[in-house]
């Protein structure tokens, strides 16, 4: 593995970040969606003789995503997997979760982090927590959208842990009649919490 090693600190250096460029229309806040992570690490990787593959695996519960860089000499740096649950067992359901596994385990593997398009991430003033909060109006899910389908493709574009906490509550309680749903919202909000660090 020396050399592919080798190669991967090389292309490491030139990593670009992965560019908040998509919109949470329900937030109104950016993130880095999948092409943006890719198109950070990409030509950086290919530039050093590094080709990224991502080798994706169905399971009972959802999907599997591995991450691969394969050097040119024929060298193979493994950078582990990820397990991500599909609220519904459709194309639909499948396909988030999938978007979603490629996405934090590519950045995961490569060692980057979204970062603000605009340059004024860091001059953001923080606003005072409430001590009291007004109740909020339930959240409309799409017509055609089951609550999980909805909370599966929303809490990825959860930025903050306090943007992540609103969706859950207001999810978990809108799901208050079917136990089984509350318990994959419950799982999908740990999941984006522990990547948030929290």
Do not use: W
Not at 3 to 23: M, W
Not at 48 to 67: E, F, K, M, S
Not at 116 to 129: E, F, L, Q, Y
């Amino acid at each position: 593995m020396k050399q592919v090693c080798a190669a991967f600190v090389k292309a490491q250096k030139e990593f670009a970040p992965a560019l908040k460029s998509s919109t949470n229309p329900h937030y109104k806040s950016k993130y880095a969606a999948l092409d943006a992570c890719i198109e950070a690490v990409i030509d950086a990787l290919n530039n050093n003789g590094i080709a990224l593959v991502q080798r994706c695996r169905d399971v009972p519960t959802g999907i599997t995503v591995d991450t691969l860089f394969i050097h040119e000499s024929g060298e193979i740096m493994e950078a582990g997997c990820l397990h991500v649950p599909a609220a519904k067992q459709d194309p639909q359901g499948y396909g988030s979760a999938l978007t979603y596994a490629r996405r934090y385990c590519l950045m995961a593997a490569c060692g980057i982090a979204p970062e603000d398009d605009d340059g004024n991430a860091a001059s953001v003033k923080t606003k005072p927590i409430a001590k009291k909060e007004e109740p909020k109006p339930d959240i409309e899910i799409p017509e055609g959208m089951t609550i999980l389908e909805f909370a599966t493709q929303m809490f990825p574009l959860c930025a903050t842990l306090d943007e992540l906490k609103q969706m859950f509550k207001q999810l978990y309680r809108q799901s208050s009649n079917n136990t089984e749903a509350q318990a994959t919202i419950k799982t999908l909000y740990d999941t984006r919490k522990a990547e948030l660090g929290e």
